[in-house]
């Protein structure tokens, strides 16, 4: 099989190209998402609850029930949702255009066949329309090219974001897809406890997000769009440095948004690069050693040494 391309691997994607397929599709892993949130015992941050890239697609990882484990896998190439037990049975279901109320209800019949009684949290978090999953009939596309393109960026950007998380040795999470958010994440922390974070954050308990906030980090990761923004990768602080407004970072196409409080370098930059891996990790790195410079981060101990 012939080697992709930088272009193949790092697919366009305008964000308006696929509105109505990423708004249906957002919402459909949010249903998913919300078996781990309620099977997984409470890890700190919330990583318990996102999904996590696959060479098919996304996955939720195994889950505990009362028979055993399971998983749930979003498979991209196929289209089809999987759920597997450790009894060894498989249980799907096709990947077509279909309201989030139907969905739902097929997603929940799934769960019954697999003898799997979960309560699943009704309503979709992070978002301004908060209409409960079984009454959404108004998202209800699905574009598998769309989708496709879709995964295969999360398939490099994964790739990118956990080279740069080996270069850390103080506590960091795994890469992983948040589900509320729609982006995929890594963060990295500095051993330092962080004030309250002031929540507000639509449709989400502002204790939810005290706990994902509960530690001072530097975060980055990528974002598809949407709101009329295009696909981005980003980088911030928490708490928040005013200072890093007037940083310098790498490349030249990256720059500090004050209406988002963080860097963002365009996803077409990185893909219309010579070396797209290259420039992103570029990108990670300098808006990281910004950051930790800032905030004073004992950085001999946290990094590890190039080898």
Request: include cysteine; aromatic fraction near 12%.
């Given at each position: 099989?012939?080697?992709?391309?930088?272009?193949?691997?790092?697919?366009?994607?305008?964000?308006?190209?696929?509105?109505?397929?990423?708004?249906?599709?957002?919402?459909?892993?949010?249903?998913?998402?919300?078996?781990?949130?309620?099977?997984?015992?409470?890890?700190?941050?919330?990583?318990?609850?996102?999904?996590?890239?696959?060479?098919?697609?996304?996955?939720?990882?195994?889950?505990?029930?009362?028979?055993?484990?399971?998983?749930?896998?979003?498979?991209?190439?196929?289209?089809?949702?999987?759920?597997?037990?450790?009894?060894?049975?498989?249980?799907?279901?096709?990947?077509?255009?279909?309201?989030?109320?139907?969905?739902?209800?097929?997603?929940?019949?799934?769960?019954?066949?697999?003898?799997?009684?979960?309560?699943l949290w009704p309503?979709?978090?992070?978002?301004?329309?908060?209409?409960?999953?079984?009454?959404?009939?108004?998202?209800?596309?699905?574009?598998?090219?769309?989708?496709?393109?879709?995964?295969?960026?999360?398939?490099?950007?994964?790739?990118?974001?956990?080279?740069?998380?080996?270069?850390?040795?103080?506590?960091?999470?795994?890469?992983?897809?948040?589900?509320?958010?729609?982006?995929?994440?890594?963060?990295?922390?500095?051993?330092?406890?962080?004030?309250?974070?002031?929540?507000?954050?639509?449709?989400?308990?502002?204790?939810?997000?005290?706990?994902?906030y509960s530690a001072?980090?530097?975060?980055?990761?990528?974002?598809?769009?949407?709101?009329?923004?295009?696909?981005?990768?980003?980088?911030?602080?928490?708490?928040?440095?005013?200072?890093?407004?007037?940083?310098?970072?790498?490349p030249a196409e990256?720059?500090?948004?004050?209406?988002?409080?963080?860097?963002?370098?365009?996803?077409?930059?990185?893909?219309?690069?010579?070396?797209?891996?290259?420039?992103?990790?570029?990108?990670?790195?300098?808006?990281?050693?910004?950051?930790?410079?800032?905030?004073?981060?004992?950085?001999?101990?946290?990094?590890?040494?190039?080898?």
């Open positions: 099989m012939p080697i992709p391309t930088p272009a193949e691997r790092w697919p366009a994607l305008p964000a308006d190209s696929w509105t109505d397929t990423r708004l249906t599709l957002h919402r459909w892993t949010q249903v998913v998402g919300k078996t781990r949130l309620a099977l997984c015992p409470m890890l700190n941050h919330w990583w318990q609850v996102p999904l996590y890239v696959t060479p098919r697609g996304l996955s939720t990882g195994p889950m505990p029930y009362a028979a055993g484990s399971c998983e749930v896998v979003f498979d991209f190439q196929q289209h089809q949702l999987r759920l597997h037990t450790s009894a060894g049975g498989t249980h799907q279901l096709a990947l077509t255009p279909c309201s989030v109320a139907d969905f739902y209800q097929q997603y929940r019949s799934l769960l019954r066949e697999a003898g799997i009684d979960v309560r309503v979709p978090v992070e978002v301004e329309d908060a209409t409960p999953f079984a009454e959404d009939r108004h998202h209800c596309a699905y574009d598998a090219a769309a989708v496709g393109r879709f995964w295969q960026v999360l398939l490099q950007a994964d790739h990118v974001l956990n080279e740069f998380r080996s270069r850390f040795t103080g506590k960091c999470s795994p890469v992983h897809f948040f589900w509320g958010s729609f982006d995929l994440a890594v963060t990295r922390f500095s051993g330092r406890p962080a004030p309250p974070h002031p929540g507000g954050l639509p449709n989400l308990a502002d204790w939810v997000t005290r706990e994902s001072e980090m530097s975060s980055a990761g990528w974002w598809p769009g949407g709101n009329g923004q295009e696909a981005a990768f980003y980088s911030y602080a928490y708490p928040g440095l005013p200072e890093l407004a007037q940083a310098r970072i790498q990256a720059y500090y948004s004050t209406e988002m409080g963080e860097f963002l370098l365009p996803y077409e930059a990185v893909r219309s690069a010579a070396n797209p891996d290259a420039r992103l990790l570029e990108f990670l790195q300098s808006s990281y050693e910004a950051a930790a410079q800032l905030a004073g981060w004992d950085r001999a101990a946290l990094e590890r040494a190039a080898i």
